[in-house]
């Protein structure tokens, strides 16, 4: 394990006591305006100390109440970027990142400023003081003296958003890049959800204090009520397919999916053998318990019912076919058809419910994120409009 924690925090009203651990993945700290996102980050960069409990980074204990321990912040092999950070305003990015490095801990160097300017392409500001960066640059310049710790751990406390996109375009393959190639985990805290799932699918779900849910997104989902809490407005699933032939009389593209054969609209530009993906809303796929003769649909995909998740006026059943795909029905659909877990049922999808990801510009879906071996979000709903149902 890599991050195990276990703390009592009490500020004022909010009460902060939640175990919380880590496998040595990135993770999503998920959670609205006090849920206790940079409490928690405070607590693992060493900003903030909890009244009792501990917490132990990759078998070094951090904090441990019972023994006496509190290893300070410069200390940590923790890199953080928060939002309470700041910086020697009159000092140049050079000397920032060089002073840091110079009072780094030298046992465990991965990264040298120089590659650091590179790699966060800090050449064009290194001269200039820190005062006179514009705020993303500022968050570079925090995000490069952060990795100078050669850390552990990265923790993020909502760095898109106090970014702009451009910047969020350009930190975001770097994140990647953090994460597959030295495989440096991130804890990234934000309230949207979207954000999150551009680095990572697994989640920890934070409210007053107290984790709702952890684990992968689609895991975290079975909890009644949560997707509209975590802001999803619209599910697709997204699925590789390879091309496998073209019916031009038929006006159909025929390909496989995870073993299934699947009927798409014709694109003969899509050479047979190769590989694409394509989207199928979640509430265009409709259930049959059996096979059914004389329908115009083209797709019955045969599947097992993995699990039944109730929702704000309708139920997500997830549906193992070889591929996971999530079919989107009224609780009323759901009742009558008595639908359980383990039941066998045939997905139903017309072959032009079925859009190619490389025409998805011209819908107007908001955005694509694309994680993880299931099924995939578009879109959020207003951030302001959520609350979770106790
Ligand atoms: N210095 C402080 N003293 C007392 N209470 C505090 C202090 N800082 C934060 N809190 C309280 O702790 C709770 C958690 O705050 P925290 O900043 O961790 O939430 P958050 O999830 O990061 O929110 P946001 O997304 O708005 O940053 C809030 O109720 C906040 O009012």
Redesign the pocket.
Same mark, same amino acid.
């Given at each position: 394990m890599l991050l195990d924690i276990n703390v009592k925090l009490r500020? *004022?009203?909010?009460d902060?006591s939640t175990p919380i651990s880590l496998e040595n993945a990135s993770a999503g700290l998920f959670? &609205?305006? /006090? !849920? *206790?996102? #940079? #409490?928690?980050l /405070?607590l693992i960069a060493g900003t903030l100390q909890a009244q009792s409990g501990h917490i132990v980074l990759d078998g070094k204990i951090l904090f441990d109440s019972k023994k006496g321990i509190m290893v300070p912040r410069e200390q940590r092999p923790i890199g953080a970027v928060l &939002?309470t950070d700041s910086l020697d305003l009159a000092a140049s990015v050079r000397e920032t990142l060089h002073g840091i490095y110079r009072r780094c801990w030298t046992q465990r160097r991965l990264f040298k400023p120089d590659y650091l300017m590179r790699l966060l392409e800090l050449d064009p500001i290194l001269d200039r003081s820190i005062m006179r960066l514009s705020a993303g640059d500022r968050q570079k310049v925090m995000l490069a003296g952060s990795l100078l710790k050669s850390p552990k751990m990265l923790l993020l406390?909502?760095t898109f958003a106090a970014i702009g996109d451009s910047y969020r375009m350009q930190l975001l393959p770097i994140l990647k890049r953090l994460q597959t190639e030295f495989d440096l985990p991130v804890l990234y !805290?934000s &309230?949207s959800l979207r954000e999150i799932l551009e680095l990572t699918d697994q989640l920890i779900v934070?409210e007053n /204090?107290q984790i709702l849910r952890s684990g992968p997104l689609r895991e975290v989902a079975r909890q009644q009520g949560i997707l509209r809490y975590l802001g999803v407005r619209q599910i697709d699933n997204i699925l590789p397919v390879r091309i496998r032939s073209h019916d031009f009389a038929g006006g159909y593209s025929l390909a496989d999916s995870f073993g299934q054969p699947f009927s798409l609209p014709l694109r003969p530009q899509f050479m047979p053998g190769s590989l694409t993906q394509v989207a199928i809303r979640a509430n265009d796929i409709a259930l049959s318990r059996g096979f059914i003769e004389g329908i115009s649909i083209q797709n019955q995909i045969k599947g097992r019912i993995c699990a039944l998740i109730p929702g704000d006026g309708s139920v997500l059943v997830q549906i193992d076919c070889g591929c996971t795909l999530l079919a989107e029905i009224t609780p009323g659909a759901c009742r009558e058809m008595v639908l359980q877990e383990g039941d066998w049922i045939y997905c139903l999808i017309k072959t032009h419910a079925i859009v190619y990801m490389a025409e998805l510009d011209a819908l107007p879906y908001e955005k694509v994120v694309n994680h993880g071996g299931g099924y995939y979000f578009l879109s959020a709903a207003d951030a302001d409009k959520r609350h979770f149902p106790v």
């Open positions: 500020r *004022g009203h909010f902060l959670g &609205q305006s /006090g !849920a *206790g996102k #940079t #409490t928690v /405070g &939002q406390d909502d !805290a &309230q934070l /204090g």
